[in-house]
C-alpha cells in the first residue's frame, strides 16, 4: 500500500510595500512593475499605481508570495502619455518567509550611476533593519559586496562565500536606509 502523498506547506504571505522617491511633474504618475502577476509581469499597461500622499514618495503595498525572489522597476507615465522607465538594472528583493512585512526606500533612477537595489546580482539579498543588514549570497560563487545607503555612503566591502551570510550596518535610528547591495 502506497503512502498518501505530503503536500508541501506553502510560506505565508508577505505584505510587501514599495517607497519610491520620484522626480515627478504635474500630471505625472508613478507605477511599480515585475516578474510576478500582482505587479503586472512587466507590463506597463498592468502596472501597479502608486500612491503620491507622501510625494515626493509614491507608495504602493501588495501581498506576494512568501519565500520568492521578485524582480522589478519603477516607470513613470508622463501626463502627455508616454512611459519612462527608471535606468540600469532591474531591482531585487527576496519576500519574508515568514509572513511579515517588508518597505523597500528606493530613489527613482534616472541616471545609470544612481544606487539602487538590483545593482548586484539578483542572488545576493539583503535583509535590513535599524541595526543590521543581512545581505545572504545566494549564487554560486563568492562575491565582493557591500550595501548602499540612502545618504550616499557605502559599507566596506567583503568577501562573502556562495551559500554564506554577512552582517552589514543596519539604517540606525537616523533612517539611513540600505538602498542597495553593490557588486564592489
Known amino acids: ?54 510625494s515626493p514618495h509614491w507608495t504602493a503595498s501588495l501581498v506576494l508570495d512568501g519565500a520568492t525572489s521578485v524582480s522589478f522597476k519603477y516607470l513613470i507615465k508622463k501626463a502627455d502619455g508616454s512611459v519612462v522607465w527608471e535606468r540600469a538594472n532591474n531591482r531585487a528583493l527576496q519576500t519574508p518567509s515568514d509572513g511579515s512585512s517588508f518597505t523597500t526606500h528606493d530613489r527613482f533612477r534616472d541616471a545609470d550611476v544612481t544606487p539602487a537595489s538590483g545593482i548586484a546580482p539578483d542572488c545576493a539579498v539583503a535583509y535590513a533593519s535599524w541595526r543590521y543588514t543581512i545581505v545572504v549570497n545566494q549564487c554560486g560563487s563568492p562575491l565582493p559586496l557591500q550595501t548602499l545607503h540612502q545618504s550616499g555612503t557605502a559599507s566596506h566591502c567583503r568577501w562573502v562565500e556562495a551559500g554564506a551570510s554577512a552582517t552589514f550596518p543596519g539604517y540606525g535610528l537616523v533612517r539611513d536606509d540600505v538602498l542597495a547591495v553593490n557588486h564592489c
Open 1 to 54: 500500500m502506497c503512502a498518501p502523498a505530503v503536500a508541501e506547506e506553502p510560506h505565508p504571505r508577505a505584505v510587501v510595500s514599495f517607497d519610491v522617491a520620484a522626480p515627478t511633474q504635474w500630471g505625472d504618475t508613478v507605477f511599480v512593475t515585475g516578474s510576478t502577476p500582482e505587479l503586472g509581469s512587466w507590463s506597463p499597461e498592468a502596472a501597479v499605481l502608486m500612491s503620491s500622499a507622501s
